[in-house]
């Protein structure tokens, strides 16, 4: 549903300007254009007066119904949908999955899939035509294509394909390295390839590093970082904040045996010149050439 053009339309059929299809609804004429460039969207109740005002048929919204990209409840109408936390509606979500900006707290398909059939129960929805088998068997066909969970399946799975580039309490092997990026002290993006110490998800990655090493000091200056882990068919890119851990305990816990015991470290894991990095992400970038998936967004 391509909200945007849909109301531009209206506004056009109307012969009114953006100023004066702003004054019927008593909106701002920006709040009009925002609409028709997709940069926002209307609230229910705007959209609701726009399809009384103009006598538009919601249809003419809906003419190839939606489905909300997490449940895949049908979107008919604009009571259908979710709002965000400004009141205005979302396009990709039901009123029942998303509300004040927030998808509801459902973890997995599986949980999504009994949280659906239950709610049909309550409301009787079953029939000797239509039965509780044929809903499961089309929830378990369709979640797993929708925005929320191929989401969710591109963040798993880039989570065990970072986990298995970290040391994680084992041994360096060849394939545990990837890409920081930092500004150096110029305000140059300068990048260099580093060994991940542990991850937990994609959420939060440790390294392990000297004190007076260059990245230390583009830390200290500004610490923000990109992370990029590749391979010839994956690309994970994660932007986010990084910091400087210095205490025993936790270099203890997240780095790894061989960096103690390099000989820029004599007092090993307790030298004081041996820092780890936490990097926590804010935003990812997924691609995975074997399936064509690409999925990106802010944690």
Same mark, same amino acid.
């Given at each position: 549903? $391509?909200?945007?053009?849909?109301? /531009?339309?209206?506004? &056009? +059929?109307?012969? %009114?300007?953006?100023? *004066? ?55 008919? $109408?604009?009571?259908?949908?979710? /709002?965000?936390?400004? &009141? +205005?509606?979302? %396009?990709?979500?039901? *009123? ?204």
């Amino acid at each position: 549903m $391509n909200l945007a053009l849909k109301i /531009q339309d209206v506004r &056009k +059929s109307s012969g %009114l300007s953006q100023g *004066k299809f702003a004054n019927k609804l008593f909106v701002t004429r920006q709040a009009v254009s925002r609409w028709e460039t997709g940069e926002t969207t209307p609230t229910i109740d705007t959209l609701k007066s726009m399809f009384e005002f103009f006598n538009v048929n919601p249809s003419h919204f809906f003419e190839v119904s939606p489905i909300c990209q997490s449940c895949s409840m049908p979107l008919q $109408n604009p009571d259908d949908l979710g /709002q965000n936390h400004d &009141k +205005s509606v979302n %396009l990709d979500y039901c *009123k029942y999955c998303f509300g004040d900006g927030q998808l509801a707290g459902i973890s997995s398909i599986e949980e999504m899939i009994e949280t659906t059939i239950e709610a049909m129960k309550a409301e009787n929805y079953f029939t000797a035509e239509f039965t509780e088998q044929d809903e499961r068997e089309h929830l378990i066909k369709t979640l797993p294509t929708l925005k929320r969970w191929k989401r969710i399946a591109a963040i798993n799975r880039a989570k065990e394909f970072i986990k298995n580039r970290c040391v994680n309490g084992g041994t360096v092997n060849n394939d545990a390295y990837c890409t920081i990026s930092l500004i150096d002290l110029d305000g140059y993006p300068t990048s260099a390839t580093i060994t991940p110490a542990k991850s937990d998800g994609i959420e939060t990655i440790w390294f392990g590093t000297s004190l007076d090493s260059n990245k230390a000091r583009r830390i200290k200056k500004k610490p923000k970082a990109s992370i990029c882990f590749n391979s010839p068919d994956v690309n994970i890119s994660l932007v986010g904040d990084i910091e400087i851990v210095s205490d025993f305990t936790t270099k203890k816990e997240v780095l790894y045996e061989e960096i103690s015991k390099m000989p820029y470290f004599p007092q090993g894991m307790a030298d004081p010149n041996l820092i780890a990095l936490k990097f926590t992400t804010k935003r990812f970038d997924i691609w995975f050439g074997d399936t064509e998936s690409w999925e990106k967004g802010k944690l």
